[in-house]
């Protein structure tokens, strides 16, 4: 009706039988998913429409036809993605904010930004193609020249369901920066086509295999691009006549690449980026030693990855890095690294031995930060971690809460205090070292550590908090590391022997480690 002057959100959504469209003139807005994936042939917007909400027409593949009226000022840039029958686009000519360029386009003007279109303006009326802008069939996809002019392609622009051979060439004009928009063949998922970058483009280099972004005065590998299935990173790179060295690999740089048998990185390169190698399924990589950062998702499911070398420069391990990596069996993580993220090393089913020289990491995602069991989750067969903490760290939390796959921990002599309930709920802790200056064992320290049988206290320690060591059912022996330490009293025990012994009843030769005997609560 007449009176209607809004078309929400969802109005039409998949109204498949909904195929022409009469919209009332008083209607001002055409709200999100409006008309998703319905079959309507042509679309006239009268004259008084001023916004077309996101998603509004997403999908409507029979569309051949819209015309634009000049009162229209803002249309968002998804909402004519997925119109691959697109054919004829009529701006009104008294419209500002958009323009057709020959009725094959549909541009904003104030940004030029390519919305959708049958080809790309080399007249500078666009520097932006967005994602989906270039997904009709119309579009010419045999030999596609990205002109100078344009300075940024969104992912996604040139669709990735093309099949093999429907593209034989891409040219990158100057003004291009990255190559993360490059379509890959769907099966394959190869870049099965020849690439050309202009010889006045400053953003890009190529080693033929793969392409490099400069960034300040170093290179990060941005695509892989060859079907070899063997590849050797370059560590230094000529780019118009200067020598770059390569310092990064890029986000996704090989992501999801079906035939990379071996990867070599070279030493200098310090940052491996997010999901560089995710799904990289057949890649044996080693990690070199230079590496400062590894980005989340880097090695996702690569299941051919035998060794996880975090070495001593390594600060960030980012979430899900190494998650489902099914052939690694053992692993160190050195004191060095400063931040986990959640999941960084989640269902590696064969991982069965880890080694943490524990320096305190922050084991977050996002806002939220979690304990060491969140990035060993799923992992089968992990029976043994050993913790051997850091000589910086002076305080431990609850960091290791119900980590059940920990089976001893060395406590440096830095450590002052252990929190409440630190170590509650490990079941598989089976001994404990603390060298610290510590006076206490705090409230619940080690409740429920069903598998604890002896641990080793400084002789600083006077008291023992409540129910520290309830349900350890099997601990029977508490070294006290001085001849001259004082009782320790408190709750912790139902029974503890007044005198310290030690197993033959005298004093030890080296005089230093004596024990309490007797039952434990």
């Known amino acids: 009706p007449e009176s209607v002057t809004e078309i929400g959100a969802y109005a039409f959504t998949s109204c ?64 004519f993605v997925g119109c691959q029958n697109l054919i004829s686009i009529t701006v009104n000519s008294e419209n500002e904010n958009y323009s057709d360029k020959g009725n094959k386009c549909l541009i904003e003007t104030s940004t030029k930004t390519l919305i959708i279109g049958s080809f790309i303006p080399d007249d500078g009326s666009v520097n932006k193609i967005v994602y989906g802008a270039l997904d009709v069939s119309s579009f010419s996809k045999k030999n596609i020249v990205i002109p100078d002019c344009i300075k940024k392609i969104e992912k996604g622009a040139i669709p990735d369901y093309y099949e093999e051979g429907d593209i034989e060439s891409i ?31 400053q953003y890009l280099a190529t080693d033929g295999k793969a392409f490099f972004s400069k960034i300040d005065n170093e290179l990060s590998l941005s695509l892989y691009v060859s079907s070899d299935a063997t590849y050797t990173i370059p560590s230094t790179l000529i780019m118009n006549g200067i020598n770059y060295p390569v310092k990064t690999i890029g986000d996704n740089a090989f992501s999801n690449n079906r035939v990379l048998t071996a990867v070599i990185i070279p030493e200098g390169i310090e940052k491996i980026g997010a999901y560089a190698f995710n799904g990289c399924y057949k890649a044996d990589i080693k990690i070199p030693n230079g590496i400062v950062e590894i980005g989340d998702g880097a090695f996702y499911s690569c299941y051919a990855l035998t060794e996880i070398n975090l070495n001593s420069k390594v600060e960030r391990v980012g979430k899900q890095a190494f998650q489902s990596c099914t052939g690694v069996t053992n692993l160190t993580i050195p004191e060095n690294v400063k931040e986990i993220g959640l999941g960084a090393f989640n269902g590696m089913s064969n991982l069965a031995y880890v080694k943490i020289y524990y320096n305190s990491p922050v084991i977050k995602d996002g806002e939220y930060s979690y304990g060491l069991q969140s990035i060993f989750e799923y992992d089968s067969n992990l029976k043994t971690i050993d913790v051997i903490v850091s000589s910086s760290v002076t305080e431990i939390g609850n960091s290791f809460q119900n980590c059940k796959n920990l089976t001893s921990i060395t406590i440096s002599e830095s450590v002052t205090n252990i929190g409440m309930s630190a170590f509650l709920g490990c079941s598989g802790l089976t001994s404990v070292v603390i060298k610290g200056n510590i006076t206490s064992i705090s409230d619940y320290c080690f409740q429920g550590c069903s598998s604890l049988e002896s641990i080793v206290l400084p002789s600083s320690v006077t008291t023992i908090g409540d129910s520290a060591f309830s349900g350890c059912s099997k601990l029977t022996t508490i070294y006290v590391d001085s001849a001259d330490a004082t009782i ?20 030890d030769v080296n005089g230093k480690y004596y024990k309490y005997t007797g039952a434990i609560a």
């Open 171 to 201: 040219t990158i004009g100057s003004g291009v920066s990255d190559v993360s928009w490059l379509p890959q063949y769907r099966w394959t998922k190869s870049y099965a086509y020849t690439i050309n970058i202009s010889e006045a483009n």
């Open 488 to 507: 320790v009293t408190g709750l912790g025990f139902a029974k503890v022997d007044d005198t310290l012994y030690n197993e033959s009843g005298i004093e």
């Open 16 to 79: 498949y039988n909904l195929l022409s469209l009469d919209i009332p003139k008083n209607v001002k807005s055409i709200g999100y998913q409006a008309f998703w994936g319905c079959n309507i042939r042509s679309l006239a917007l009268p004259n008084g429409v001023t916004e077309i909400g996101e998603h509004a027409f997403w999908d409507c593949d029979e569309l051949v036809s819209i015309e634009i009226p000049k009162t229209v000022t803002k249309i968002d840039l998804s909402a």
